[in-house]
């Protein structure tokens, strides 16, 4: 999960937390939630500038991707570790590798295939448009808590929204991140020759040589985070329909 990932969630708990202060807190239910109301509005600007930090991040980080000569990538490979050359030792150790290895590298690879470009560059746009979804659902939140109208229509949209694009872009970020490696992997790992003193060095192949691993060519990785959190969304909307729907039907009442 990315860092403006990390940060909206932890936004929509602290706000979460605001909007039930009140609840246990007498004093400030006796002043009218004056203190509580000030803690929304400096949430609200929080949020905002949130919204503004991932646009403007995600804007920087597209431009970067499609037009920087070198990029960062995360791209799997082929369990590997290295191994000494024969006569080598290694003295001030006190653990040996047996087995395994590792089996995803990050590089700062140059030359990407502009298709490897466009994957790496979908996936900085889908974290930016769940980042900022998030982000416009925490502001709905705050203004309707201010304006005393926490109940609306607009936040169970804004929430059920929110809940689809935290899914889908959740997911298919992980999806374009993963071909991007993988299409990473193959582009800088494998060859169609190669050259090299095969006695001198007593190895049979590139991979035998310390530090050549072997390219994946499937891998793809799902983590599940995106789902949860969508349904956690989903239930916040239905909640808050059921509201709406308790508040209408007690309009009348004194």
């Not at 653990?95 to 590792?102: I, R």
């Not at 982000?135 to 709905?140: E, L, R």
């Amino acid at each position: 999960m990315s860092i403006l990932g990390t940060i909206a969630m932890l936004l929509v708990a602290f706000l979460a937390a605001l909007l039930v202060a009140p609840l246990f807190d007498r004093k400030t239910a006796r002043n009218g939630g004056e203190a509580a109301q000030r803690r929304v509005v400096l949430t609200r600007g929080i949020a905002v500038a949130y919204i503004v930090i991932a646009s403007a991040s995600t804007i920087y980080r597209l431009a970067q991707t499609l037009t920087a000569p070198s990029l960062v990538v995360k791209m799997p490979v082929e369990e590997f570790w290295p191994s000494l050359p024969s006569g080598s030792t290694m003295t001030g150790v006190s653990a040996t590798v047996l087995s395994g290895g590792f089996t995803q590298a990050l590089v700062e690879v140059e030359g990407l295939a502009a298709n490897t470009r466009w994957l790496l560059a979908s996936t900085s746009f889908l974290q930016g448009v769940a980042a900022i979804f998030i982000g416009a659902a925490v502001v709905s939140m705050c203004n309707g808590y201010i304006t005393k109208a926490t109940f609306r229509p607009v936040l169970i949209r804004w929430f059920t929204a929110a809940a689809v694009v935290i899914l889908v872009c959740g997911l298919g970020w992980q999806l374009t991140e993963s071909l991007a490696g993988m299409q990473a992997s193959e582009q800088v790992l494998s060859y169609h020759g190669s050259s090299f003193q095969r006695d001198a060095m007593e190895r049979e192949s590139l991979q035998d040589i310390i530090g050549i691993p072997t390219p994946v060519y499937l891998d793809i990785n799902f983590n599940l985070w995106p789902l949860w959190a969508g349904l956690g969304l989903f239930t916040t909307a239905q909640i808050f329909r059921r509201g709406l729907e308790m508040q209408k039907d007690t309009a009348g009442l004194v």
